[in-house]
């Protein structure tokens, strides 16, 4: 079975920084893509950054400034979300993704465009003060 678990939320002043870790297992697939996503209160979920299996390439939400830094451990089996200069705006309950087909991942990060993926972890909450 393929599982991912997410961890690394909590509560952080604005200006300051986190970072989520994905440990993925039960992937057997040659080519996938990794996703975070966040929903906050009221708003659709939305595609923040992903990477890709096969070559290591990420893509972010345009939204981000660079912000945020998505990177994996193969080792560990792990995707991390560093997220630096941190806004109440951030605030979000953080999900990981991942999808067998990275073309999906790839247009909802950068489209804005929110569909789904075929797999999820639960969420970690990310709270911002001001």
């Known amino acids: 079975d393929v599982q991912l678990q997410a961890s690394g939320g909590g509560l952080v002043q604005a200006g300051g920084s986190l970072r989520l870790s994905c440990e993925v297992s039960?992937?057997?697939?040659?080519?996938?893509?990794i996703g975070w996503f966040r929903q906050a209160p009221g708003k659709e979920r939305e595609g923040v950054a992903c990477?890709?299996?096969?070559?290591?390439?990420?893509y972010y939400a345009d939204s981000l400034e660079g912000r945020f830094t998505i990177s994996s451990d193969n080792a560990k089996n792990t995707v991390y979300l560093q997220m630096d200069s941190l806004e109440p705006e951030d605030t979000a309950v953080y999900y990981c993704?991942?999808?067998?087909?990275?073309?999906?991942?790839?247009?909802?990060?950068?489209?804005?465009?929110?569909?789904?993926?075929?797999?999820w972890g639960k969420g970690t909450q990310v709270t911002v003060s001001s």
């Open positions: 990477i890709r299996s096969s070559d290591g390439s990420t």
């Open positions: 039960g992937f057997t697939f040659d080519d996938y893509a």
């Open positions: 993704a991942a999808d067998t087909s990275p073309t999906t991942a790839i247009v909802q990060v950068t489209a804005g465009i929110y569909y789904g993926m075929d797999y």
